[in-house]
T-cell receptor, first 110, second 113 residues
Framework: RKEVEQDPGPFNVPEGATVAFNCTYS??????FFWYRQDCRKEPKLLMS???SGNEDGRFTAQLNRASQYISLLIRDSKLSDSATYLC???????????FGTGTRLTVIP | AAGVIQSPRHLIKEKRETATLKCYPI?????VYWYQQGPGQDPQFLIS???????DKGSIPDRFSAQQFSDYHSELNMSSLELGDSALYFC????????????FGPGTRLTVL
């Protein structure tokens, strides 16, 4: 079982839709959480960090539930440019490397 | 702003050959990470260096080795290449003060024939 699990999708949504991705992690000693975005054949890029209090960056909202070991990402008013793979990422306590989920593929349709 | 530089961008090798991948981190970043991403897979952590010392080791095969030099650039050396080593190899760098904010290079696409 992977340490970080995501629904691989694909999610195909029309422009303007709201879409939510979920992620679960197995290690309760996890300490830091992120969402990264990866376009096809490109490098992963940090989208946003995820905090227990929840955080928002424009159309993107991230939530963390430590008790349930669950992370979410909400994208409002989807744009064509949001089409990408969204990777849930965790840093476990005592480590400094990133553990990636399998990624969720999003396609926003005109 | 300067980004992580990786070279070469593409590399084709035959089985049992060796390959060396180079990574130049963002200036003033003290930590370098190597990740391997196979086709359709998520990136897997291989190894990391902090201030030129190995700091963490992941699923790096014994056939691979890496080091970080005095100018902070890093090299990943791969020997006895196998078909299964074909993948995208990403280098990332960060400041120890912000480990989760890792900046990835464009990757080296290695194809083993």
């Amino acid at each position: 079982r992977k340490e970080v699990e995501q629904d691989p999708g694909p999610f195909n949504v029309p422009e303007g839709a709201t879409v939510a991705f979920n992620c679960t992690y197995s290690n309760s000693a996890s300490q830091s959480f992120f969402w990264y975005r990866q376009d096809c054949r490109k490098e992963p890029k940090l989208l946003m960090s995820v905090y227990s209090s929840g955080n928002e960056d424009g159309r993107f909202t991230a939530q963390l539930n430590r008790a349930s070991q669950y992370i979410s990402l909400l994208i409002r008013d989807s744009k064509l440019s949001d089409s990408a793979t969204y990777l849930c990422v965790v840093i476990f306590h005592g480590a400094n490397n990133l553990f990636f989920g399998t990624g969720t593929r999003l396609t926003v349709i005109p | 702003a300067a980004g992580v530089i990786q070279s070469p961008r593409h590399l084709i090798k035959e089985k049992r050959e060796t390959a060396t991948l180079k990574c130049y981190p963002i200036p003033r970043h003290d930590t370098v990470y190597w990740y391997q991403q196979g086709p359709g897979q998520d990136p897997q952590f291989l190894i990391s260096f902090y201030e030129k010392m190995q700091s963490d080791k992941g699923s790096i095969p014994d056939r691979f080795s890496a080091q970080q030099f005095s100018d902070y650039h890093s090299e990943l050396n791969m020997s006895s290449l196998e078909l299964g080593d074909s993948a995208l190899y990403f280098c990332a760098s960060s400041s120890r003060l912000a480990e989760g904010t890792q900046y990835f290079g464009p990757g080296t696409r290695l194809t083993v024939l």
